[in-house]
């Protein structure tokens, strides 16, 4: 059940919204005051936030800030009046998901927020594979019981950080491999891709072109 924290200093608001939201099936919480969502920020998780902009004496965007600080997995909705849409757009660039516009169409709020919970989930997925792939490939998970591989993981620790070639060398199944996804997964191209390649399957004729490229001709 998607969990969804609802703030709005207007009581009619707040409760029309929190109704239609139960009624979906999401764990609504509804606050009336920004400060208040401020500090439940700082101790709940929350899948998706939908605060109105116009608030006192902590306004939406101010809210919004300390939401991509707080919680930067979390899809966030602006709730805007007509005559403040550039604010809400405003608030696009700032990180939130999306803006509904006073009066809303149920259809049309149910239906953004059905999308922001999508990205949400896919987002949170993301980050938790990422942690995992990068866990995988940690230096720590290196068998280094004896003085060569505790030596081999400081130099991972040393050289993975630089922008430097490196030539990693040794007998099949000594964990060349091994060593080098952990440098990646400590480098500053970590969230690029890692692409192993089989030199050694390749014909001597086809290994330049595979690496560097061809151009016909």
């Known amino acids: 059940m998607a969990k969804i924290l609802l703030v709005d ?9 929190s109704v239609l939201l ?15 969502a401020a500090e439940l920020l700082k101790s709940t998780q929350f899948d998706l936030m939908i605060s109105d902009i ?20 979390m899809s966030v909705l602006m709730i805007t009046g007509y005559g403040s849409v550039e604010t809400a ?10 803006y509904i516009t006073k ?44 003085p060569a591989m505790r ?7 040393r050289i993975a950080p630089t922008d430097t ?8 199944g000594t964990g060349k491999e091994l060593v080098a996804k952990a440098i990646h997964a400590y480098s500053l191209r970590k969230n690029n891709k890692f692409l192993p390649l089989n030199c050694a399957a390749l014909p001597e004729a086809l290994l330049e072109s595979e690496l560097f490229g061809h151009v016909k001709g």
Request: proline share 4%; aromatic share 6%.
């Open 22 to 36: 139960k009624a979906e099936g999401y764990e609504v919480m509804p606050i009336d005051a920004g400060e208040k």
């Open 151 to 157: 030596n081999v993981c400081e130099m991972i620790e």
């Open 9 to 17: 200093d207007e009581p009619s608001i707040l409760s029309v919204l």
């Open 54 to 73: 116009c608030m006192r004496p902590l306004d939406g965007m101010a809210l919004l800030k300390l939401a991509r600080e707080e919680q930067p997995s």
């Open 103 to 146: 009066p809303f169409k149920v259809d049309e709020l149910l239906i953004t927020v059905q999308r922001a919970l999508e990205y949400n989930k896919v987002l949170t997925e993301n980050i938790n594979l990422k942690a995992q792939l990068t866990g995988r490939y940690r230096f720590e998970n290196i068998i280094a019981e004896s």
């Open 165 to 172: 070639t490196v030539l990693i060398y040794g007998e099949s």
């Open 89 to 98: 757009v405003e608030a696009l660039k700032m990180g939130a998901f999306d």
